[in-house]
């Protein structure tokens, strides 16, 4: 089995939208963390436009399955805004800085944070989120649930 780093690294590039880039990168991903292969074996087998409509149809799509974690913890409240900041934070903290343009609380981001790091504290602290995402995911017949799946399983336990 690959260590948690890898796994967090691997799935964040799942996560991440299915460019061609991504899929050069699917059999490196199938080898290094064999707990996503259900998931590297069907992105291999799907048309790119394909692929990408459905990343675009579960994720980009309300927040029904969205990838930023202050939608789970924060919902529709005022400190939903409070929240990506709390996480460029914890990024600072360890001498890391977000250059993508993607959110803080993106959860690809979150994991490759994870992955360089080894700190599962904000992964630990929205795991809640994560289960329902998780769940959300599952509801929708989607590959995409096998990787929160491991990703979940990389996880303390809740109340530990």
Known sequence: MPSDAVLHQAAALCLTYPDDAFRARLPLLREAAPQLREFTDHAAVTPAGELAAHYVRVFDSGDRCSLRLSRWQDADTRRRGMTPA?????????????????PPDFLPAVLEFTARTGD?????????????????LTDLGTPYATVLTAVCATLPPFGR
């Open 120 to 136: 599962t504290g904000l992964l630990a602290a929205h795991r809640a989120g994560l289960e329902r995402l998780r769940t959300a």
């Open 86 to 102: 709390r996480f460029g934070d914890v990024y600072r903290a360890a001498g890391l800085e977000m250059t993508d343009g993607e």
